[in-house]
């Protein structure tokens, strides 16, 4: 396997369990009485991702994608489900089993990238006429992403979107064929946004704060605020203020702004740096599949992950409207962490493939 990709993954996961239990071991002394609460659950998490991973990497993907059809109307089911659930903040984004909370937004992410690939490979898929493209990707992905929406989960669902209409942009299909679904997600999110009036706040928040952070929302501040704190070597591992009840989500969304203000700016960039190796050794074992099915299951994970990435870090530096998408497999969270983790492990299957030749 990419031995590369997997080490780099590795350190990955690693400063990430260092820095949950940095930026949370307050509140979670505070609001659990056990400064290890939130780190107990993340490496319980690890090690359901870890074992879940190494199915992945040693299974025929290929054989199996045929199954990606139930899959992904499993995963809708799940999506509906979400509904009956308790709220948590206000959202119904979780399905809960016992100690157990899922997220299936995450998880249908990548159910569609490995539905995509199966499908668009498929020779009798004549992606030249715009029936083939609209039925049955819209009805399907089109279903999910509105679950998303209501939930809601505007970030998770601009995240599906976007990997969707790049899949099916590297598969062939004209441009003309994508605005039939372009232009109508684009229209519901305006609608949405500006007429009845959702995340609209977040998002005059968000223009206010384009121009300066500190009169954004309280989230913008307190996270420009966080990474300013950090200078150029930060405060020290452990040692950050921002934690202490000022920051929100210091462990889960805002992590990034937690790294910055405990390991400076130095620690931001060895951050970065391993996320685009990860996003290289993606792209090449991408470039160096043998067939048209490894080629877009190799680009769809490492889309999904780079559109997050992407998405998190603007959120944090105030360069996107706040939404709440984790940082792949730094932030808290069970889902995000198994969908990381199996992302990476998709790749290191492809990588293996007869005919794959990039190292």
């Not at 700016?265 to 048209?292: H, N």
Request: charged share 10%; hydrophobic share 55%.
């Amino acid at each position: 396997m990419d031995k590369k990709l997997f080490y780099g993954a590795l350190c990955l996961l690693v400063i990430g369990m260092v820095m949950v239990y940095s930026s949370s071991s307050v509140m979670a002394q505070s609001r659990h009485g056990s400064q290890i609460y939130f780190l107990q659950r993340q490496l319980m998490w690890l090690i359901i991702a870890l074992v879940a991973g190494w199915v992945v990497a040693k299974a025929d993907l290929k054989k199996y994608s045929a199954y990606s059809v139930p899959l992904i109307f499993l995963t809708l089911i799940m999506l509906a489900l979400v509904f009956i659930m308790p709220a948590r903040n206000g959202s119904h984004r979780w399905l809960f089993l016992g100690p157990f909370s899922i997220q299936p937004s995450e998880i249908f992410k990548l159910v569609v990238i490995y539905y995509l690939a199966f499908s668009l490979s498929q020779k009798k898929r004549n992606i030249e006429h715009w029936r083939q493209v609209v039925f049955p990707y819209a009805p399907l992905i089109g279903s999910g992403i509105i679950l998303i929406i209501l939930e809601p989960g505007l970030g998770s669902a601009l995240t599906t979107a976007l990997t969707a209409l790049t899949i099916l942009f590297l598969a062939g299909v004209r441009v003309r064929h994508l605005a039939i679904l372009i232009v109508p997600l684009a229209g519901l999110a305006s609608f949405m946004v500006f007429v009845l009036g959702y995340k609209k706040a977040r998002v005059i928040d968000y223009l206010s704060a384009v121009e300066n952070p500190l009169t954004g929302s309280y989230q913008v501040k307190q996270a420009a605020l966080t990474l300013g704190a950090g200078n150029i070597f930060g405060v020290g591992l452990g040692n950050g203020r921002q934690k202490l009840f000022f920051l929100p989500y210091p462990h889960t969304d805002f992590i990034f702004a937690s790294i910055g203000e405990e390991l400076g700016f130095v620690g931001l960039l060895v951050i970065l740096s391993l996320f685009a190796f990860i996003l290289f050794r993606g792209i090449k074992i991408a470039l160096f599949q043998p067939d048209k099915f490894g080629y877009l299951l190799a680009m769809g994970v490492t889309l999904t992950l780079m559109i997050a990435i992407l998405i998190n870090i603007g959120v944090v530096t105030s360069l996107l409207p706040t939404t709440g998408i984790p940082l792949p497999f730094l932030s808290y969270g069970g889902s995000a962490l198994v969908v990381s983790v199996v992302s990476v492990a998709v790749l290191l299957n492809l990588s293996q493939r007869k005919g794959m030749i990039a190292r």
